[in-house]
């Protein structure tokens, strides 16, 4: 047997086991309240998703909505072609510069939707990063009209992100702006803007920034590339109060014009030669009405426009369009008139020997302008 007794359990008394379930009552309630919490972080969560989803369902009606082809607004485009020997026409490059500003004026101020530069000096050449030589050499004289038209389209807050330093633009600051509607100012107000496409972070299931010339940065509808130039239609409605940024989405560079009504400049294409301005047309069906220009063809006052939806109007050189047929290896006619559905002479009974193409330009769209606005473009 053990020397020591053993010793007898001791009850809890009744305090003690009072304080034992109010201790079970309140890890209880703990749990309880903890359970409660994370069901409403859950649900918490949950609404903040189905808030996005709903948001975004929201957005992608607004843009279906958007994108779906109105009656307003101006379909039919009005293109113009002219080879870039004419800069070779003036004799210094103060002059070739102030030569390609008169020709932009003269189409930002008769809506000229697209120019295309041809060449017939045998240069090929399709784009725009060559380098200008000099004046009494053969420079690529294609390449510098080109440079100078896209320079004086593309809108002032976005020139710095598009054209670098060059000898092409070294005088282009001294010529006259287009002052087109979308030129904007940094305060005023359109539903359309173009701009360009930041390098900036952006959440998941957000769009880019985008760089419109104003006060604050659009958010746009998709994640796109940095640098890319986009035009954006503004959401003004679904706008916050107090935002740091405005909401936009991003639409095709026509739907200015063919919705709202606007001339929304022009775009400038490179052709090797008088052939390629016909055969390489940027529109599905092609031009359905090319215009030549010569003294040698007929009356422009007397000749009816046909219904049309994309119109091609052709200038010639400092040879005229003879001379352009002649250098183009694709063709083997001898008179211009064949390759077009119209050869106006749009200045009968002129006074001078030669007319300059860009006074031609200016001559010929006046002309032509009241025949474009009564002519039916629905018909086609």
Request: charged content about 30%.
């Amino acid at each position: 047997m053990s020397e020591f007794p053993a010793r007898k359990k001791l009850k809890p008394s009744s305090g003690e086991a009072q304080e034992r379930l109010d201790w079970r009552k309140r890890k209880a309630e703990k749990k309880e309240q903890k359970r409660k919490w994370k069901e409403a972080k859950l649900i918490e969560q949950l609404e903040k998703q189905n808030q996005a989803k709903a948001e975004e369902e929201k957005m992608q009606q607004q843009c279906q909505e958007e994108e779906e082809p109105k009656a307003e607004g101006r379909l039919y485009t009005v293109s113009i072609a002219l080879p870039g020997s004419v800069l070779d026409n003036a004799q210094s490059p103060e002059l070739r510069t102030y030569l390609a500003g008169q020709i932009a004026r003269a189409c930002a101020v008769f809506c000229v939707d697209e120019v295309v530069i041809f060449d017939e000096q045998g240069e090929d050449t399709r784009t725009v990063q060559g380098e200008f030589k000099g004046v009494g050499k053969k420079g690529q004289a294609c390449v510098q009209l080109a440079r100078i038209l896209q320079y004086l389209e593309c809108p002032q807050y976005l020139r710095k992100a598009f054209f670098p330093k060059h000898s092409d633009l070294e005088f282009a600051g001294v010529l006259n702006p287009l002052d087109s509607p979308h030129h904007m100012r940094i305060d005023e107000e359109m539903e359309f803007r173009e701009g360009v496409v930041l390098a900036r972070p952006c959440k998941a299931r957000k769009g880019s920034f985008v760089n419109c010339g104003m006060r604050k940065e659009v958010q746009i509808d998709k994640q796109l590339q940095p640098g890319l130039r986009v035009t954006v239609r503004l959401l003004h409605k679904n706008q916050k109060p107090g935002s740091r940024v405005h909401c936009g989405v991003v639409v095709a560079p026509h739907v200015p014009r063919t919705e709202g009504g606007l001339y929304w400049g022009y775009s400038v294409r490179l052709a090797s030669c008088l052939s390629a301005v016909m055969t390489e047309c940027p529109f599905k069906d092609g031009y359905d009405l090319t215009i030549g220009t010569s003294e040698r063809g007929s009356d422009a006052d007397q000749t009816p426009l046909p219904p049309f939806r994309h119109m091609l109007v052709v200038f010639g050189g400092l040879k005229g369009l003879e001379e352009s047929v002649a250098t183009d290896p694709n063709l083997d006619v001898t008179d211009p008139g064949v390759l077009f559905d119209l050869y106006l002479n749009t200045c009968p009974g002129q006074g001078s020997r030669t007319i300059r193409t860009e006074e031609a330009i200016l001559i010929t769209l006046s002309s032509l302008r009241p025949k474009i606005a009564t002519s039916d473009h629905n018909k086609r």
